[in-house]
């Protein structure tokens, strides 16, 4: 098993810069990427993909909706990845969550809390 706790989130004004932090705990050999997806407060919204980046190399790969904006950074010595979010706008608001993929299973942290306000 591996449990994700996420953190950095917070109100902020449009313009301003977060950094989200997602700390990973137990079997975190087994982590192949983590990612960061958010889902918008609107009903109905689906969680939208981010960012994410592998554990051994790390490529990455960033969604074009906050491409030049967010960037995606990992220290496994801590077993923490990184959400670089500047320039934020108010379709940023959403709740951000964590997922660390390994061989035959998906994890997910609980989330948290980035509101943008203009």
């Known amino acids: 098993q591996v449990q994700l706790v996420e953190s950095g989130g917070g109100v902020v004004q449009a313009g301003g810069s977060l950094r989200l932090s997602c700390a990973a705990s137990g079997r975190t050999a087994s982590i192949y990427t983590m990612a960061w997806y958010r889902q918008g407060p609107a009903p109905g919204k689906e969680r939208e993909f981010v960012a994410f980046i592998t554990r051994t190399d790390g490529t990455t790969g960033i969604a074009d909706s906050v491409k030049g904006r967010v960037t995606i950074s990992r220290d496994n010595s801590k077993n923490t990845v990184y959400l670089q979010m500047n320039d934020l706008k108010a379709e940023d608001t959403a709740k951000y969550f964590c997922?660390?993929?390994?061989?035959?299973?998906?994890?997910w942290g609980q989330g948290t809390q980035v509101t943008v306000s203009s």
């Open positions: 997922c660390a993929n390994g061989r035959a299973a998906q994890y």
